[in-house]
């Protein structure tokens, strides 16, 4: 930083160029509207705003509107400071005004001057505030500028000095009012700019006295803004803006920034935040314009229709990079020193033993030398190799090489830079990104399958580890450790041949770290794909031992004053340090200088974080130590207030709240609040914690909560359920004593009960012993039934083949096979029916678990006897209702339907049988018609008893045929009701009612 003074009693100008980055806050951004009239700071660190609609509050991050203080006028215009801690401020007209203190707006609670006031007449202005936009009004007959210990009043004519004690006297006639526009007050010094006659006019204690010596306090293009309110007085002269502050008791200016539209700009207010090191900007028209001063450096070339795009440099000068393309780059420019038209992709650049340069270009070595000032050039070839990358390793050098399918790899080691006579070669199947040197002769060579660990006097391997990962390189710092970045898995320390993984930063950025560079204080700086960072070197030597330890990343971006928040690595080398202690590192929009020193790491301080604020629904709660919520809230939002000004990335602020199921520390992913929600009544503490400096301390804060339960949920409901809970089960005791003496009377009327129950259920067993007797006989007979229907169809076939035996004509032959086949198939089937009857009989579940469709069971048994009843001509009809269904037992249901169809077909030729299915009355009816010879009167009346009697009565079956038996013995157990009909004019007909 250099300092020129003016030769001058009272003036001295402190040069110190920065750059910097700008973003503006409009309505889109949270302003309630556009125009900006004035910005202070409290003592809390808080910005505050006026604006046309309300004074607002702004942390960093949220504008918070102050409009409960019941003013109508809420169009407020200037801060003026008011005791020590306060700003006081009137709205428009100053009919009213509020008292901005202890991070709130309140109305005052004593009695506060307006800034204007009429005495004999006349109307007097204060005039506290030097704006770009002054307006001296012609109703205004004077305007008076206010020290702590005098006042001097302006009314365009003459000067007028007053002390507190009311002494008046005229110290200048003949003075300009238009003057006032350049004048500003600093320690009870009122001082004014007269750029007419290049002089500085100043009033110290009722005199008056000139500088005659120009300065930018008195250069006509100058514009002075000075607020009495926040002390600051700004130059601001050709785009180029400085700050004046008092210095060894006189002010002093000191470059700032250059800001080349401020002229343009409708600027209402300016504020520097030393702090934070930001300017802000309040605009009537455009909204806020927060600007960030920068001390990184980003030099470029401006050559049209070329990138800025940088990777490989080596020191140059003490305050230099060269790169192999012919630059030099420094802080604030680029310099070409000879011409280079580069177009390999190879980064790479090293200094030999003699300060040439080297690096690789299409399969050769290049070399550039210094002593003609690096234009002279020649190369180096390798037979049946593709050049890759050229290293310098302690005093050796080596070249890195494919063959021509690059298959393999190979590592060449020369003793000296002519790169000649290689002393070993190692043959690798990865790329090569680096080779690290441990000692005079082990080497760590990166590749992309991990770490080989080689011998150069054994020239041999001697360990691989870190298999699989691509490693960019090895880093040795000043403590000797050893630091390996990984593609895509961040920095590992390299301890006896094993990696221990740094944890990441808070959105895994460092995962794809490039270079680091150790400062004098024990910081690394951490290149990587999405912004640079720092971290203490001692927090990631202690995590490696502990692995609870925090580790706390800052990390910086475009917004702290580089270009591009990528930078690149993969480059030999990724980064500088030079002499004169500046750090570079190579980005995709050019080389980013700075030194670590000039760099500020920005935390909240400790004494800022405040926590008194909560939500509620739409209710906001104001508390201090102790929030109280009712039973019937649902969540509540508590905020963290503090200001800061950065990147809120690097804020790590924790939560934990004692009492709770989550008793642990986490996160806070909610922004600048805690959500408090589904926490049943009782009383809790939040603890809070957040960082508040670069090595790792944290400041902690605790509320309680109070969460006022239902009022049964208190104590006292509690203990007056147990005292009523007890009461009820004395009253239930006595209640049972006179039941069991009333219960004991009735005992011998329930034995005789009993006794009468115990009969009837004899008789009942005798019934039931009946009915089992009867279903026995049923058994019986039914196999009877079986042998008798077997016994013929099988002398039938004994008999045609006795008669296919005794003839020899082949008709006939023909027919009695036909015969035999057609019975036989008939007997076939029917002994598969006999397996499935069995098991319907031991069937006990009549329902199924799905409705069964009645259209699709006779459907099947059609296709099954169409064949059949084809060779009697009878045709198979079915028109059942496809929407009939029913949820019954379907195995049942369906050998019910096959026998009564069998019976059909075999007793009806030339003829039809029609199947109907209709549903009526809650029940399902479905009806067998037939053309055939039909059942004889008496069969249908055997039939109609056997229904009727089966299981109740002992008696005979007739030997009708085994199916129509089954079927009414399987119809019982469906619960099902069937009855047997002539059908008209011929066949039978046979009902089956189920119920749906």
């Known amino acids: 930083m250099k300092y020129f003074y003016f030769i001058s009693l009272f003036f001295s100008l402190l040069f110190n160029a920065q750059r910097y980055t700008s973003r503006w806050y409009g309505m889109d951004q949270g302003l309630p509207q556009n125009s900006v009239k004035d910005i202070v700071k409290d003592k809390y660190g808080f910005i505050w705003l006026a604006t046309d609609s309300g004074i607002l509050r702004f942390d960093g991050t949220y504008f918070i509107p102050y409009n409960n203080h019941k003013v109508k006028n809420i169009s407020f215009k200037d801060f003026l400071r008011y005791g020590k801690d306060g700003f006081i401020i009137f709205n428009n007209w100053e009919e009213d005004c509020v008292l901005i203190k202890d991070r709130t707006v309140q109305r005052p609670n004593t009695k506060v001057f307006r800034t204007f006031f009429i005495q004999n007449g006349k109307q007097y202005k204060r005039f506290y505030k030097n704006s770009f936009i002054n307006n001296f009004y012609p109703d205004i007959d004077s305007y008076y500028i206010k020290t702590t210990s005098d006042t001097y009043f302006f009314n365009g004519k003459d000067v007028q000095y007053v002390t507190k004690k009311g002494i008046k006297k005229t110290i200048s006639e003949n003075f300009p009012l238009k003057l006032l526009g350049n004048s500003f007050e600093c320690n009870d010094i009122v001082y004014m700019g007269d750029p007419e006659n290049r002089r500085t006019i100043l009033f110290n204690k009722g005199k008056i006295s000139y500088d005659n010596q120009p300065s930018l306090y008195n250069d006509p293009k100058t514009k002075i803004y000075w607020h009495q309110g926040t002390k600051q007085i700004f130059i601001i002269n050709d785009g180029n803006i400085y700050i004046s502050k008092n210095k060894n008791g006189k002010p002093t200016l000191s470059f700032l920034m250059k800001y080349k539209k401020i002229e343009k700009e409708l600027l209402y207010c300016m504020f520097y935040d030393e702090e934070s090191d930001k300017m802000y900007f309040g ?9 960030s001063l920068s001390n990184f450096y980003v030099p470029q070339k401006n050559i049209p229709f070329t990138g800025e795009v940088v990777y490989e440099a ?13 630059f030099e780059f420094s802080r604030d420019k680029v310099s070409r020193l000879f011409l280079s038209n580069i177009k390999t992709d190879k980064r790479c650049l090293i200094y030999d ?32 190799r593709k050049v890759q990358e050229v290293f310098k390793i302690d005093k050796n050098y080596s070249v890195s090489m494919a063959d021509p399918e ?28 680096h080779v690290f040197a441990v000692n005079n002769d082990q080497l760590y060579v990166s590749t992309d399958d991990g770490i080989y660990s080689v011998s150069i006097s054994q020239h041999k391997f001697l360990k691989h580890f870190a298999k699989g ?11 000797g450790n050893l630091w390996v970045l990984i593609y895509g898995k961040g920095i590992h320390l390299l301890r006896d041949n094993k990696l221990i993984a740094m944890p990441y930063d808070k959105n895994g950025y460092i995962s794809n770290a490039h270079h680091i560079l150790e400062d004098s204080h024990g910081f690394f700086w951490i290149s990587s794909n999405n912004g640079l960072f720092k971290v203490a070197k001692n927090m990631l030597l202690e995590y490696s031992q502990n692995k609870d330890i925090k580790v706390t990343y800052y990390r910086y971006t475009k917004e702290n004053g580089f270009l591009n928040n990528e930078f690149n690595g993969k480059a030999n080398p990724s980064g500088n340090i030079l002499e004169n202690g500046d750090f570079v590192f190579p980005s995709m929009e050019g080389f980013v200088f700075f030194k670590p020193d000039e760099i500020k790491t920005y935390h909240p301080k400790s004494s800022q974080l405040f926590i008194e604020r909560a939500k509620n629904g739409k209710n906001e709660i104001f508390f201090k130590d102790t929030l109280k919520l009712k039973s019937d809230y649902k969540t509540a939002d508590i905020y963290f207030d503090f200001p800061y000004y950065h990147n809120i990335e690097n804020i790590y602020l924790e939560t934990r709240l004692e009492n709770s199921e989550n008793n642990n520390w986490e996160e806070s992913k909610n922004g600048r609040k805690f959500i408090l929600a589904n926490v049943p009544p009782g009383n809790y503490f939040l603890h809070v914690r957040m960082l508040t400096s670069d090595k790792g301390k944290f400041t902690y804060k605790k509320i309680r909560i109070e969460i006022e339960p239902f009022f049964y949920q208190t104590l006292w409901f509690k203990i007056l359920i147990v005292l009523v809970g007890l009461t009820i089960i004395v009253i239930i005791i006595q209640m049972r ?16 009960n009993k006794d009468q129950q115990l009969k009837e259920t004899s008789e009942n067993l005798e019934i039931t012993k009946t009915k089992l007797k009867n279903e026995a006989e049923y058994q019986q007979k039914i196999m009877e039934s079986i042998s008798h229907d077997i016994t013929t169809p099988v002398r039938f076939i004994s008999l045609m083949s006795q008669k296919l035996s005794e003839t020899e004509d082949a008709t006939i032959q023909k027919k009695y096979f036909d015969s035999i086949y057609k019975t036989s198939e008939q007997l076939f089937k029917f002994t598969l029916g006999l397996k499935e009857y069995n098991e319907l009989y031991k069937e006990e579940n009549t329902l199924d678990d799905e409705d069964t469709s009645i259209y699709e069971i006779v459907e099947s048994k059609k296709l099954l006897f169409e064949q059949m009843a084809l060779e009697h001509s009878t045709t198979i009809i079915n028109i059942c209702d496809p929407h009939v269904k029913l949820r019954t037992n379907k195995n049942i249901l369906s050998a019910i339907l096959h026998n009564l169809i069998d019976n059909a077909v075999k007793n009806t030729d030339n003829g039809e049988i029609t199947i109907k299915a209709r549903e009526e009355n809650a029940q399902v009816e479905i009806g067998i018609f037939d053309t055939g010879k039909g059942m004889s009167p008496i069969q249908i009346e055997y039939y109609s008893r056997v229904f009727e009697r089966v299981g109740t009565e002992n008696f005979i079956f007739k030997n009708y045929g085994l199916g129509l038996h089954m079927v009414i013995q399987l119809s019982k157990k469906l619960e ?21």
Request: glycine letters at 2%; hydrophobic letters at 30%.
């Open 283 to 291: 605009n009537v028209v455009k909204g806020l314009n927060i600007i």
């Open 314 to 326: 080596q020191p140059f000068t003490q305050h230099s990079i060269i790169t192999k393309q012919g």
């Open 353 to 384: 033993n003699s300060s040439n340069l080297l690096y690789p270009e299409f399969n050769q070595i290049k070399r550039r030398y210094k002593n003609s000032q690096y234009k002279k050039i020649d190369s180096s070839s390798f037979n049946k």
């Open 406 to 433: 690059f298959y393999y790899y190979y590592l060449y080691i020369y003793p000296d830079d002519k790169l000649k006579h290689p002393k070993n070669i190692f043959r690798f199947k990865s790329y090569i990104y």
């Open 469 to 479: 990962l691509t490693v960019k390189q090895i880093q040795k710092t000043k403590d």
């Open 737 to 752: 004593t006179n039941f069991l003496r009333i219960t004991n009377e009735k005992l011998k009327s329930i034995v005789y």
């Open 976 to 996: 099902a009701k069937i009855t047997f009909h002539e059908n008209i004019p011929k066949g039978t007909a046979v009902k089956l009612f189920l119920k749906k």
